[in-house]
Nanobody, 131 residues
Framework: QLQASGGGLVQPGGSLRLSCVASGFTLDYYVIGWFRQAPEKERESVSCISYSDGITDYADSVKGRFTISRDNAKNTVYLQMNDLKPEDTAVYYC??????????????????????????WGQGTQVTVSS
């Protein structure tokens, strides 16, 4: 199970750090993704990370502003969001590609944040960027 947290209300230009904590299993050899859904819009991928080797990818809209990272000791993935804009307002979710990279043989290869295999969405965390 994944649990996202860390959202809130922030002014444009501000920062937030979201956390995605896994319980009941280790994140090793999985790809973890952050996604968001704004009102009346489709869910979109934001960023993802291969937990075992740290390979990352980002949506063009957040490159240079958001950073995804992981903490092996805490079994947690973070999304550091800087220079937030009103268009970043959305509910943010974390999800997991349930296919182990070591089994698929994709360890060390680029990650695909738009892979339809992402699942286990859980409850999201609201991020509101407004003055």
């Amino acid at each position: 199970q994944l649990q996202a947290s860390g959202g809130g209300l922030v002014q444009p230009g501000g920062s937030l750090r979201l956390s995605c904590v896994a319980s009941g299993f280790t994140l090793d050899y999985y790809v973890i993704g952050w996604f968001r859904q704004a009102p009346e819009k489709e869910r979109e991928s934001v960023s993802c990370i291969s937990y075992s080797d740290g390979i990352t990818d980002y949506a063009d809209s957040v490159k240079g502003r958001f950073t995804i990272s992981r903490d092996n000791a805490k079994n947690t993935v973070y999304l550091q969001m800087n220079d937030l804009k009103p268009e970043d307002t959305a509910v943010y979710y974390c999800a997991i590609d349930p296919r182990l990279t070591i089994v698929r043989g994709t360890t060390g290869q680029p990650v695909d944040c738009n892979d339809p295999a992402f699942a286990s969405w859980g409850q999201g965390t609201q991020v509101t960027v407004s003055s």
